[in-house]
């Protein structure tokens, strides 16, 4: 089970920063990532991390803004979120995958927002 916390509303320009736990598993072995769906749109990847190795990989629109991070003594993947936008209010979901992938690529990423076990997800509200 994944177990996501964080989100919320802020103002333009702010900060957030989600954790993702897993209860009953070990995160050793998977790609852990974080996806968002806005009312209307697709539901879009914006990065992840192989757990075991720690590489990372972020799609364009978050590159530079956003942090993906994992703390192995914890079963934890974290997103820093920062110069968030009214562009990125959507609901925020965590997900994992089993993989044996090092280095990650957007097939990655794609694959993990397809088909990745989710937890609940988050509201989070960007105000202008």
């Known amino acids: 089970q994944l177990q996501a916390s964080g989100g919320g509303l802020v103002q333009a320009g702010g900060s957030l920063n989600f954790s993702c736990t897993a209860s009953g598993f070990s995160l050793e072995g998977y790609v852990v990532g974080w996806i968002r769906q806005a009312p209307g749109k697709e539901r879009e990847g914006l990065s992840c991390i192989a757990y075991s190795s720690g590489h990372t990989f972020y799609v364009d629109s978050v590159k530079g803004r956003f942090t993906i991070s994992r703390d192995n003594t914890r079963n934890t993947v974290y997103l820093q979120m920062n110069s968030l936008t009214p562009e990125d209010t959507a609901v925020y979901y965590c997900?994992?995958?089993?993989?044996?992938?090092?280095?990650?690529?957007?097939?990655?990423?794609?694959?993990?927002?397809?088909?990745?076990?989710r937890g609940q997800g988050t509201q989070v509200t960007v105000s202008s």
């Open positions: 997900a994992a995958q089993r993989s044996t992938a090092t280095g990650l690529t957007m097939g990655h990423l794609l694959n993990l927002a397809e088909f990745g076990a």
